[in-house]
């Protein structure tokens, strides 16, 4: 269950970015998950809301995006998303392609109040 170890590597990113910025707190949390990078994203959900309780950001929601293959024909430099991890170019039939997306796990964007409009901050 290697989720543990990349929500941990998450949540100390946000923290770090947290104080590094002097933000007041941080809403949420948004993460681009590949289709080939390996991760469970139920896994990694479970695994952030577990480690956040008790810290600075026990409120922070993440957020995971799925991101499909996307393979590139080396043929006819057709893009396509691939479905049931058949690698085969749907437009001309080549097995000739390249991955181009689906190795993804990044951290896509950080939601944080507005210093002026912030409700709980009066």
């Known amino acids: 269950m290697h989720e543990l170890s990349i929500a941990q590597s998450i949540l100390d990113t946000v923290l770090k970015e947290k104080h590094e910025r002097g933000l007041p707190r941080v809403d949420q949390v948004a993460v681009q998950v590949g289709a080939l990078s390996g991760v469970l994203p139920d896994s990694l959900q479970f695994c952030f809301e577990a480690i956040r309780i008790d810290t600075e950001l026990q409120t922070c929601e993440l957020t995971i995006e799925t991101v499909p293959i996307t393979v590139e024909c080396r043929e006819c430099y057709a893009r396509t998303t691939v479905e049931d991890f058949l690698f085969v170019c749907p437009k001309c039939g080549s097995v000739h392609v390249d991955v181009v997306a689906g ?7 950080l939601e ?3 210093p002026v409009h912030d409700p709980a901050d009066p």
């Open 112 to 114: 944080v109040p507005d």
């Open 103 to 109: 190795y993804e796990l990044d951290i896509s964007y």
